[in-house]
């Protein structure tokens, strides 16, 4: 059996690109189960995806906790300890999706490809990036071109996707599948672990309910929760078009917008997820959105 863990951004299509991994699977002739995992639903927020597939009939539920392949839609996931993507992998194939090189070391193979770039350049967008990440798990598992574009097409037309975008998506992946290598997956070291870990058993204390209150106990959910590091586009405000008129400051989802002692909105980068929203709001076309740019 081999353990595709997919890590990306609430928005990207990570989910997406994991069915169609596990559809190509299913075409060349494997067992194959894909699910999602969410975690709080908030475009930018990190999402995680789990594929397993195997020859035989596959037994195993639940979360992958020791990968053979890791692949990150979004470089700055590599980094974050809620996404942690790196957990339990042990010498396989990790690939990122980035512009730049990551300065990581560790055992096993890292391929690179600016599937973002790729997206902007076929797409015209940098979400959505479903069709060439899933394009290069496919082609890293060492799946047919055909089959691999045959699975974009069925899960792009499953969810509704128009037929001249599919086309574009199809472009997106052949050109990601021909830029990575393809690796044999029954000679990477993690192959013979299991999945099985052994949490222990946990004793919850049982409070009286009048004493109950609701808390925050995951730094994921506090405000030293820094969400600048979602963003894949960043808004910029032409403050010489601002009216000061306050829509994006009541549209932003994340609060991430103030209006300064000039009367004019202002964005803190520390909070804004690059959702695109106040961008879209703007009657003055006041803000546009450009790519990020990460260091790594
Ligand atoms: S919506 Fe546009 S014009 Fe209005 S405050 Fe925001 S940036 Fe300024
Ligand atoms: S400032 Fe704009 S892009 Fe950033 S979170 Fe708020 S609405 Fe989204």
Same mark, same amino acid.
């Given at each position: ?67 053979? &392949? ?131 058993? &946990? ?51 994340? &609060? ?41």
């Amino acid at each position: 059996m081999y353990r595709f863990r997919f890590h990306g951004r609430g928005g990207q299509g990570i989910k997406t690109a994991s069915r169609i991994f596990g559809t190509a699977a299913f075409l060349e002739g494997f067992n194959a189960q894909d699910f999602p995992m969410y975690g709080p639903e908030r475009r930018g927020a990190p999402v995680a995806a789990y594929v397993r597939i195997s020859r035989e009939p596959i037994v195993s539920r639940g979360y992958i906790n020791n990968p053979d &392949v890791v692949i990150v839609g979004d470089e700055t996931l590599l980094f974050d300890p809620i996404a942690d993507p790196l957990r339990g992998f042990g010498g396989g194939v990790l690939f990122v999706n980035t512009p730049s090189t990551p300065r990581i070391e560790l055992d096993g193979h890292v391929v690179t490809l600016d599937i973002t770039g790729l997206a902007l350049e076929y797409i015209g967008r940098t979400s959505a990036i479903s069709a060439g990440v899933g394009a290069v798990a496919s082609k890293i598992a060492g799946f047919t071109k055909s089959n691999t574009l045959d699975a974009v097409a069925m899960e792009l037309e499953e969810i509704g996707v128009p037929g001249e975008l599919i086309d574009k998506n199809l472009k997106l992946a052949e050109v990601s599948y021909d830029s990575v290598p393809s690796f044999d997956l029954e000679s990477l070291p993690s192959i013979e672990r299991s999945d099985f870990v052994d949490m222990g058993v &946990v004793q919850v204390r049982l409070d009286d309910g009048y004493i109950g209150v609701a808390t925050i106990a995951n730094l994921g959910n506090t405000a030293i929760r820094k969400t600048g590091n979602w963003r894949i586009l960043k808004p910029i405000i032409d403050m010489d078009k601002c009216t000061g008129c306050k829509i994006c400051f009541a549209y932003c989802p994340d &609060v991430s917008i103030y209006m300064g002692d000039d009367g004019k909105a202002h964005i803190n980068y520390d909070y804004c997820k690059g959702c695109l929203i106040c961008s879209s709001v703007c009657p003055f076309k006041a803000i546009t959105m450009v790519r990020e740019v990460k260091t790594l």
